[in-house]
């Protein structure tokens, strides 16, 4: 598998009690994903909590899992925004280490397909790092539609796109027609070896940073297009699949970590802790995935 086919992680960002930067915790999970099996690694998505972290805190952050990581798998980056002009500045300052960039289309501004055509020509006219795009209309507001990814993927240092539109239809059509060096990845956790099944090639993944070994067997197993093993693997997520999202990301597989003692459930407002329920549920399903006594 080349750079960013696979499975990727989106990182979380462990926090000490005082809400400060974890950063012992965050050497723990990038060495959990390289031994777990994970082919990239995806610092500062969503996952991360990166709207609740200041400018110093993200090069930290990033500083830390170059280091750590030492060139062993291909280093994601995500810099996004809807300050068209703001996102290229800050382009132009990544630091040596990373090798491509995340960004999502404009959130809140709601631009028609023409204006994230725009931004993106843009943005990739600032950087010659490969440049995977994100289109997640349920955090945007708006939709990247199949042509306008298929326009973008034309550009020369787009590589892929990260689809979370969950809309299987829209995903295909970018599938079908798009050029062959361009990657088409699942951004939804529960859709990733259905996706791949259609021709996907691979994931970014919450699931992952609690469960590296499962999901990215399962990954491999489906990118072999062996679908009866990969089916049993992915059968088995499911359950834990939806807790981790039933009282949203990253709250639940924060638990799972914490359990696994990679780092503390501790996140910042305005996320909170799941429910005293939920974190039973997700407790007794980790201890079934990972054979606890």
Do not use: W
Request: proline share 5%.
């Amino acid at each position: 598998m080349t750079a960013f086919r696979g499975t990727g992680v989106a990182l979380v960002t462990p926090f000490k009690e005082d809400f400060s930067v974890d950063v012992d915790g965050l050497k723990a999970l990038v060495e959990l994903q390289i031994a777990g099996g994970t082919d990239f690694l995806v610092v500062m998505g969503t996952t991360a909590e990166s709207p609740t972290l200041v400018q110093s805190e993200k090069e930290l952050i990033l500083k830390t899992v170059i280091e750590v990581n030492n060139g062993r798998l291909p280093l994601v980056y995500g810099v996004g925004g809807n300050n068209t002009y703001q996102v290229g500045e800050a382009l132009k300052s990544v630091p040596k280490g990373v090798d491509g960039i995340l960004s999502v289309s404009p959130y809140y501004n709601k631009p028609t397909q023409k204006g994230i055509i725009a931004h993106f020509n843009h943005l990739t006219d600032q950087t010659d790092l490969p440049f995977i795009l994100y289109n997640v209309p349920g955090r945007t507001g708006s939709n990247m539609l199949p042509e306008t990814t298929l326009q973008l993927a034309e550009i020369k240092n787009v590589v892929a796109v990260k689809e979370a539109s969950g809309n299987f239809s829209q995903i295909m059509e970018i599938i079908r027609n798009k050029p062959s060096d361009f990657t088409v990845l699942s951004g939804d956790d529960a859709l990733t070896m259905p996706l791949i099944s259609c021709g996907a090639e691979g994931v970014i993944s919450v699931v992952a940073n609690a469960l590296p070994e499962k999901f990215s067997e399962m990954v491999r197993l489906s990118i072999q297009h062996d679908f009866e093993k990969a089916r049993v693997i992915h059968n088995e997520l499911l359950p834990i699949t939806n807790y981790f999202f039933e009282e949203g990301n990253p709250a639940g597989v924060k638990v799972a970590l914490a359990q696994r003692a990679v780092c503390q459930n501790v996140l910042r407002l305005p996320l909170v802790s799941v429910s005293t329920k939920l974190s039973d549920k997700i407790h007794r399903e980790m201890e079934q995935l990972l054979h606890y006594a």
